[in-house]
């Protein structure tokens, strides 16, 4: 049984590989009555797009998206929308070298187990630039939670070692690292472009940061707000790892440290990160999550084939020297689409 | 939509209140021919149970299991097993003063923005107590993943600041802590202890690892293997972040050493913990978990009730100063459930 | 993958054998705040119990309900309910010579072809008696439904070739029959009573009709009303067919004699049973069901046992001759189910 | 919570408006390892399509599909795949007309009332082109269900009140009624003739038989072979009844005449149509369809618009004066979406 739907009310469906003809993503249960144009989509995509900078995979693909159902006078009429977006710089020559080796660190493998065939053109299915249909389908859960007054804001928080230590919000979408520390912005850029010259890659983490969602939203037990989220953004490839609030911090401390008392002017604390008990309690939801470094590196590395010998291999593609410029209108995108979720979920909890 | 169903094929739904009637669970999807017995499902239950040691919970409950469908002659049938556990030590005198307050670090106000009403004794639904019928599925999707000879082990890893530093899992069950680190353990114990008589708690980490999972289970794109243990895991109340393999320490790193590679053995290293592109890679699957200190402490704390007037409060119900000797096996149950889903769910993968 | 859950938001999930310990039901996604009490669950648990006249089986079950959670101070909590009926008349002697034959007209064959094991007493699971768990949660259903003004009728409208010919409501419950046509309910006991006397059973037709369903409930496509509320009859075991409105009469006609036209006071006529493109448009749902004899009958018949061997079988257990009676609360718990969840479901239709 | 999605492993999305851009559809879950190619789904497709002749509308569609993604080298590869089907002949301007009115035996009131806004153009969503998606996806479950030599075959039983007497299936697709009675076709044709020189419209009936089926096929409780065929079949906008082996002739009969017993070379008798306790039992499926007149009549009619006044209105767009001939590749289709899903599902039922 195949894991390609995801959410429950709002529910998208994605589809398409990195060198076939077209991504593209089916949104069922959006509401009718939102206001939606193609430039509200685009307007995410051009920040998830590649070859923004030195810094991003230099593929070039205008992730033009079409709308093909489900709208009307530019309004959604609560049948489902159709999101298309074709590929158009697939350089499949890149990768038929690849087609018989299994790459390190990367799905190959795990595909072939489970499939016996697989899409080895710039890693077919599980390439990031699946991410690109995830990305339309979180544009049309903002056009909703923005009703609600909802605002989810993502960062570079880490390159390697340089962290950021404050959030300038409004300096994300000016920086190549889409970090939000304009004292740390230059170091990570010159961390990444190092791993680059090197032929290699580097790894670096996300923050997310959720403002607004009213007390109430998240279904005990396993449907929890966390365990959604933590579910969203781990069906990102190179997500490895993800903590709310204090985290694992709070694994170190004690319970008059770590607990959240409300105030008659709301919560004092936040170390929860504003979910308790799996829903929100309405103070700001904060989470941060480590990216692993890009895989595919144009240095040397060994591996098998299918036949099971070792062969040398560099992978030649077009690829981003770090993941998190580019994931971080993703990650906001995975967030948005659970929160909608969330939203129409609990249009239930109560008669 | 509520959320007290988990799984796709093995599929399991709880219910149940902490002071209410009885606790249970039913799994639908329980292939036909696995011999259960109410005594393998026990003996699971019976490492979760509180009053086991003077580090967990004084309160005294059998957690005795009955089968009440699905089995046939000491055989799975096909059909949904329901397993139910009454409750026997409900004390809800403890509790009645906590009607009128929201506990600090609880799910008491967002359980009540979001219902209008809740069960406020001992938690109701919120309690941990709720994990019984988790370990009770848990150890029916053992027995499943026995015949294909998977063995899940998770230990505390961690107590506040003192780590585990070796993993003898024989001595897991020998250990009220249930650390694997012999050496660490009575250091831990005492860690737990000092916050108990503090009128405190601590938190802690748990580690889980599991060997023998075939290549190729998990299902891309958003049900990644390692998706749904975050999913699962972090619907676990107390669990605050979760990592796979190297996790967090792999944002620091570059590609060419955070890369695993096949070899003609088998894997050369294991830094993404045996899962590559949310499917399983043959290697073994290593997560830890963050495990927050019990909200539940007997020193006086500040909160508002529902009138938002300031109150103070000391928790005197029966707690376990230290959540992560009694949530191991939990942990494990939730890792059993969703390999079990996923061994069914791959057996469509291919023609 | 099995089927024991029904329902999108407001879901159910049965379990139990019919000489198993217990029958019950969980239910997720009823909202917080309906007022319940176990003698509303009770109250239609009655009107299903074995034993009730002449007509029925001589089965001696009092089906009394347990309400295990979701319930405090007898308002729901928004938490899953779970319903309890143990089983307390089985008398398992009855079946054990018919553990090796497949009965004719009975699921015996196919469980067996399915699950290579099967609880042959009185049927396992394939029993009528599963159907109790679905009055229970029909009641519950009822409980929300009542609250929106809903009003759901079933009623035996033929036994054999002794059609109903008028629709006094409330004499349904005053018939063992439970017909609604007072010329006819004498007719049709006697029908019941021959077919019985001859050890053998009798086929009939349920009519069910639903008022006040406002105008918008249905999913397009594959959700539509009609089919949701066709799944739920012909999940019933011995439903053969079902058709809406005019059905199977209107494949004789003209699109100008069958087309319904709203007028400026309401539907002109309801030719379409009050759904048109899978939505309620206001109008009374109407729908009709063929009801097949039971097969259980204790007349000699010929049928082969596991070794394919010809063998003859008499069925001496206690069975109903004919199942309409007992049927009709059965066939209003599945439409009260399918209406709340459809009832929450249009909740997220427009913004 | 929309309804766009069917089927659990095989499952699919559809999407589309009769006058957008395209009609499409998802399908998740298909096994990796079908040959498949365009042609493959083109020529269910071309069984659909509009203009075959004059029983049907005139609307010219290539319907030409393309495959977006889940196909390798004429091999799925247990990715989704994307069906799109480019709308070219849209002649909205037959539609503007009947922006503000409500048209007699349709969706478009009760659309209105669900969403408060419609696409009117030819019915939007509602529109019977919406099919094209399914015949699309059935064309994939039908390779798959060749691989275990399952043949679905369905053909027109009656229009009007002229019945096919004798099941000759290679005639179907000889005679544009699609009827499998060679002495019946030229009265049947003539009927729907008259009808459309009416300017009216006729209704009529579809059979569907399916062979090969193995016993085991079908998930009980709710889940039942018939339940899930009903929901499928009912979810065509113009079907008004089901049903399965006798139907509603069982009502009519006792239990001795209508059981069905196994013998040592299969069924003795069909009676139940190929389903015993909703699951297969190795006789051929038999079920019957009543296919209601077209609502779209080019006659007069008397409605009312959305300022509830009444209006005349006569539907001038290109319409079927009878749906019979069309729906019977569409019966099929939505009858392999279902076995092919329960062919998936069966695959866990016992180990």
């Known amino acids: 049984m195949s894991g390609n739907t995801f959410g429950s009310i709002f529910k998208i469906t994605t589809f398409g590989e990195s060198h076939g003809p077209a991504l593209g993503v089916t949104l069922d249960g959006v509401p009718a009555g939102i206001e939606l144009t193609a430039e509200d989509i685009q307007k995410e995509l051009d920040r998830r797009k590649p070859g923004q900078s030195i810094l991003t995979t230099q593929r070039q693909e205008a992730d033009a998206v079409e709308i093909l159902s489900g709208v009307f006078e530019n309004t ?16 499949s020559r890149d990768y038929g070298n690849l087609a018989e080796i299994f790459r390190p660190g990367h799905a190959d493998y795990s595909f072939f187990a489970k499939y016996g065939i697989r899409d080895y ?55 190549p690292v889409r970090t939000a520390d304009p004292e740390k912005a230059e170091a990570m850029a010159a961390a990444i472009d190092q791993a680059r010259m090197s032929l290699d890659s580097i790894g670096g983490m996300i923050e997310c940061r959720i403002a607004n969602v009213p007390a109430g939203w998240g279904e005990p037990v396993f449907d929890k707000l966390d365990a959604l989220l933590a579910h969203a953004m781990l069906s990102l490839g190179a997500i490895k790892g993800i903590e709310f609030g204090d985290g694992f911090a709070a694994a170190q401390v004690r319970g008059s440290q770590n607990n959240d008392s409300p105030t008659p002017e709301g919560w004092g604390s936040n170390h929860a990160g504003g979910i308790l008990g799996g829903i929100s309690n309405g103070a700001e939801i904060v989470f941060k999550l480590a990216v692993k470094p890009t895989p595919s590196i144009a240095q040397e590395q060994t591996t098998v084939d299918k036949h099971n010998q070792v062969v040398k291999c560099a992978i030649h593609g077009r690829h981003d020297p770090c993941l998190c410029p580019r994931m971080v209108p993703v990650v906001e995108a995975m967030a948005a689409i659970v929160l909608a979720d969330m939203m129409l979920r609990n249009k239930s909890s109560k008669y």
Chains 1, 2, 3, 4 share one sequence.
């Open 121 to 175: 053109r710039g890693g077919g299915r599980s390439s990031g630039r699946e991410t690109a249909a995830r990305v339309a389908a979180g544009a049309v859960a903002k056009k909703l939670l923005a009703k609600e007054n909802i605002m989810i804001r993502a960062c570079t928080s880490a390159i390697g070692g340089i962290k950021a230590e404050q959030f300038d919000w409004d300096f994300v979408e000016k920086n």
């Open 76 to 91: 959604t009429t609560g049948t489902p929308l159709a999101l298309l977006i074709r590929n158009t710089d697939q350089r």
